[in-house]
């Protein structure tokens, strides 16, 4: 029987392949969660480059938090991945949920990144 970080790492590539198969060109916003902040990236794959970055470390977020590890903190962060990409010209992506199911912080992430302007 595989182990959970086999079966995680499975999931996750899965997912990014499905996500760059159906991605059409458009960027990838990818997110990674740990046990005490969350992170965002939209990801230009064809030119390998990161379009925009957005975590709970950056100063202007991590003064007005009182933890990187909730709902909260995941949606000011979409907000903020949301104002970066659309502020380069990217208002379209494909979401990158890794091997994270699509409830609690990535999902209020993805529904923040949605009332910002982003379209996927």
Known sequence: MAKPAERFARR????RFR???ASGGRPRLTVFRSGKNIYAQVIDDAKGVTVAAA???EKDLKGSL???ATKDAAAKVGALIAQRATAVGVSEVVFDRG???FHGRIKALADSAREGGLKF
């Not at 996750?12 to 997912?15: A, G, N, Y």
Request: charge should be positive; hydrophobic fraction near 25%; proline fraction near 0%.
């Open 12 to 15: 996750r590539t899965r997912v």
């Open 19 to 21: 996500a760059r198969k």
């Open 55 to 57: 975590s709970t470390l």
């Open 66 to 68: 009182k933890s990187g």
């Open 99 to 101: 091997g994270y199911m």
